[in-house]
């Protein structure tokens, strides 16, 4: 047992010590998240209320709860935990897809198709949340956060240098070019140290040279890595690369670099998601920042971009009180705490029903972004990285950066990808979109 569960077990001892709850009645419940007050998981001051809320109705359980970063920080105490087999009760992280099955077959989680059931969940969630986090027919995590990509951009510069938003690829490329002979960085870009913003990107990029159907193939294993729609996708990448569309040496910055290149007006735009909308939101002076999602580049395939759910909240297979645990992850995302989510948590919470943005007090520029990316959700691709298996997504980071770095060939980094997912269907840890049993 951890120190913390330690701590957490002697202040439950003194309460009953004290009579201030009774040893029928007392409960516990360990959760672990990544919600902050900063960054990328900025909904710290939503889930406050909301907690403060689920105390008042439960003065008889005693919730330790830990904090972690959002990414890998949160993902990678999570991979720790259970596989040491102390893990929390509730936990809130990512991946879904492969990453979900193996969690699935290693047996870690509790199949949550019982409360899906009792609580309605099946009702809330849109189907496509719900297939990408079920395995064999069971549902084994609540999706809560949507994840979307687009371009934040600075209308003061793009107003100065005579731009408007790009309708096509030969805008795109002209907008690099207008920028660079003005001395902007077109688009901000950083891809260190693991590579998942060069991932994002290329997931985007197939989203518009192939489409939603493609990807899903591609995901499941139906067909190959090496198809021309996805290296198209990276030839276009390249093609910008060599437009020098990006930040010079990207492969060397980090995520902070690239936003602060926006801040600080030494670039145009970046290109990024809505995990960081609180930040850029909030960096930005007032009246400077504006949103578009990347232009069709073909007449046959319709304008899309990436998305998946930021995270999604599982229990644990060993978790003390399983019931708890249910009734906890239905508190919170509850549909009276929309409010709370969308205008204290920067979130885009997963909802079956296309949320009504216009009774929200939020940025018109963030309630644009949401309704944008939602009403394209038919047409949207899986994100790569959050829904392939833990080796695909090593290849995936590697091989991108190699791919836009000059060091590795489209052929060579495609072919690799295609012999990862033969090794991972190998362990039955390629995703198949699920469904109800």
């Known amino acids: ?44 001051p939503a889930l406050e209320v909301i907690h403060a809320a689920w105390n008042a109705e439960h003065p008889n359980v005693f919730m330790d ?46 199949d949550l198709t019982p409360y899906a059931d009792q609580y309605g969940w099946w009702d809330r969630l849109p189907d496509w949340a719900i297939e990408r986090n079920m395995w064999n027919g069971k549902l084994y995590a609540y999706p809560w956060e949507q994840d979307l990509e687009y371009v934040y951009y600075n209308t003061v510069i793009f107003e100065e240098l005579g731009l408007d938003e790009p309708q096509s690829w030969e805008d795109i490329l002209n907008w690099c070019a207008v920028a660079n002979e003005a001395g902007y960085i077109p688009i901000s870009f950083s891809n260190s140290p693991d590579g998942w913003q060069g991932a994002n990107m290329f997931t985007d ?39 020098d569309c990006f930040s010079p040496g990207f492969n060397g910055k980090h995520y902070g670099d690239s936003l602060a290149e926006l801040y600080t007006g030494r670039a145009t735009s970046v290109w990024t998601g809505t995990w960081v909308i609180h930040d850029i939101s909030g960096n930005m002076a007032e009246g400077t920042l504006d949103v578009f999602y990347m232009p069709a580049i073909y007449d046959d395939i319709p304008q899309a971009t990436h998305m998946s759910e930021g995270s999604a909240y599982y229990i644990w297979a060993h978790a003390s009180d399983p019931d708890l645990a249910a009734e906890y992850i239905d508190f919170v ?5 929309l409010p709370t989510w969308i205008e204290e948590g920067f979130a885009i919470p997963i909802q079956k029903d296309p949320i009504d943005w216009s009774i929200y007090d939020v940025d018109p520029v963030i309630g644009k972004a949401f309704r944008i990316g939602q009403e394209m959700q038919d047409l949207n691709v899986d994100a790569f990285h959050t829904t ?23 052929e060579d980094f495609l072919n690799n990808m295609d012999e990862e997912m033969a090794a991972a269907a190998e362990l039955g840890q390629v995703w198949e979109p699920g469904e109800r049993m």
Do not use: C, H
């Open 65 to 110: 709860r830990s904090v972690f970063g959002g990414g890998w920080p949160i993902r990678n105490a999570i991979e720790l935990a259970l596989t040491s087999g102390d893990a929390p009760d509730v936990f809130y992280s990512w991946p879904s897809g492969a990453g979900l099955t193996a969690y699935a077959q290693e047996g870690y989680l509790l």
């Open 205 to 243: 990029m197939v989203a518009l040279t192939g489409g939603r159907q493609v990807g899903l193939d591609v995901l499941r294993g139906a067909t190959s890595w090496n198809r021309p729609e996805v290296v198209d996708a990276l030839e276009k990448l390249l093609e910008m690369v060599e437009a």
């Open 333 to 337: 995302t509850d549909p009276r705490w």
């Open 388 to 410: 392939v298996a833990p080796n695909v997504v090593r290849a995936l980071y590697q091989g991108v950066q190699g791919v836009l770095g000059g060091e590795l060939s489209i």
């Open 1 to 44: 047992m951890s120190w913390i569960k330690k701590l957490s077990v002697l202040l439950v001892l003194m309460a009953l010590m004290s009579g201030a709850v009774s040893a029928q009645d007392s409960q516990f419940l360990e959760v672990w998240d990544q919600w902050e007050f900063y960054g990328m998981t900025a909904a710290g």
